[in-house]
């Protein structure tokens, strides 16, 4: 194992601050840094000798053995502070501090444990729910007792059996606990979503789900909860799903309770590295994640690596770029037009794609349901596109593919495209699943 580098903003929030210097041997489970403001403790991931602090990050050269032991947090009979001490954050998103967020009353109302795996060809969050399903319940009972929720529900793709029957099996004496049945459509896991297909209620885009008296909690961040009360474990792990144009094949190869920190390439290498020439590696999901390097660290919010065939060459083609608040930016789909070797010609948002803040990202008005795209598609063909390269939900890709390809003759390509054709998945196309789906349990 390299240096492991643990950057100081990996949540939402400001910067934490160190509270290390170069020459400290640190354990597993040192407090290294503090919030500033809106934040989470940050822990060592590994034994070793703190190397350099900087105004980013702190970077560690790990010792050659690594006990599995840890310097526990401190025992309360408070839980909540419990969390706040662990340093957990959001997992499967954008790294929100889970002790703000479970500190919020939902005045009986509702956890929604996040269980959908939305990113296609991830499996690091179903592993989790097939091999520890008993903890993670408990960590959602902890949930529920720290929101003042009377109820939770998981939402889960109804593809994952295996899962599903641990989770049904793990609840059966839990009246409270239910398991609500989600399609295999993106973006499902989308907090809105979530609490759509759960609860019946569409939020508006500047919404929370605190307004429906809910909090949708990634499955591995109730998972750490659980760790944070019963071990008294800091928060230093992460699951992670190496997928791709690597050795042993392009399937998910899932890394459970790595050191978050370690780099891209340490990772890589424990699948026996890169299988030949390839296009981009990805640090995230196919959808929202963005090319990274090999130097580059994880963090508790890291998922995925990916890594994907080389980019075909469209030779200058002229592109349009339709950016949707479900995939990657502007600025991602202009890296991937150029890595494609294209021209953009015209740039234009999904129909839903909502401007809530100058500057921030945008936010869809109803995640996973789209109208039609004809005004937009043709825009970009009046500007002179031969291509359209799109960023869209399930749904929205449906809708544009039938205006743009069988209507007006233009070229689709999917942001996704190269990841899908990596991995063997089905292109982002034609939409073939229904989005409604049975919720009989009984065959789980």
């Not at 400001?14 to 597993?28: F, H, L, N, R, T």
């Not at 230093?236 to 920190?261: L, R, T, Y």
């Not at 890589?268 to 090999?294: C, Q």
């Amino acid at each position: 194992m390299r240096k492991i580098k643990l950057l100081l903003k990996q949540h939402v929030g400001a910067p934490c601050a160190a509270i290390v210097k170069p020459g400290d041997k640190v354990e597993k489970g040192t407090l290294i840094a503090t919030p500033t403001g809106l934040g989470a403790n940050i822990f060592s991931s590994v034994y070793g000798t703190v190397e350099e602090v900087n105004d980013q990050a702190i970077v560690i050269l790990p010792d050659d053995e690594q006990p599995d032991r840890y310097i526990p947090i401190k025992k309360s009979d408070n839980k909540l502070d419990m969390v706040k001490e662990a340093g957990i954050v959001g997992m499967g998103g954008a790294g929100f501090p889970t002790g703000v967020k479970l500190a919020a009353d939902l005045e009986g109302g509702y956890i929604l444990v996040n269980a959908a795996e939305c990113e296609p060809g991830l499996r690091h969050n179903i592993m989790q729910l097939e091999q520890q399903a008993e903890k993670t319940v408990r960590g959602v009972e902890y949930c529920m007792e720290m929101s003042n929720a009377k109820k939770a529900i998981f939402a889960i793709k109804r593809k994952n059996a295996r899962a599903i029957s641990a989770i049904k099996k793990a609840i059966a004496n839990k009246p409270d606990i239910s398991i609500h049945l989600l399609p295999d459509i993106y973006p499902m896991g989308e907090e809105r979503a979530v609490v759509r297909e759960c609860l019946g209620i569409l939020l508006g885009p500047t919404q929370l789900p605190s307004a429906a008296h809910a909090n949708v909690v990634n499955c591995e961040t109730v998972l750490r909860v659980a760790e944070a009360i019963e071990d008294q474990k800091p928060c230093i792990c992460k699951n992670i799903s190496v997928v791709g144009k690597v050795h042993g094949g392009p399937e998910a190869q899932v890394f459970m309770d790595m050191p978050v920190g370690i780099s891209v390439e340490d990772m890589l290498e424990k699948v026996g590295g890169i299988d030949g020439e390839y296009g981009e590696i990805i640090m995230g999901g196919a959808f929202t994640g963005l090319p990274t390097t090999l130097e580059a660290p994880t963090t508790k919010t890291t998922g995925a690596i990916m890594v994907t065939v080389p980019f075909l060459d469209l030779h200058g083609a002229k592109v349009g770029l339709l950016v949707c608040a479900c995939g990657g930016g502007e600025a991602r789909m202009r890296d991937i037009a150029k890595k494609y070797n294209a021209e953009v010609v015209s740039v234009t948002f999904c129909k839903q794609a909502i401007e809530v803040k100058p500057g921030a990202p945008r936010k869809c008005e109803n995640p996973g349901n789209c109208p039609g795209q004809i005004a937009k598609v043709l825009e970009m063909k009046r500007a002179g596109a031969e291509y359209l390269i799109i960023g869209n939900c399930s749904d929205c890709s449906n809708t544009v593919v039938t205006c743009g390809t069988l209507k007006m003759g233009l070229k689709i390509i999917h942001q996704t495209d190269h990841v899908m054709r990596t991995i063997h998945h089905p292109l982002y196309r034609h939409l073939t699943v229904s989005k409604t789906v049975d919720q009989d349990l009984s065959e789980f």
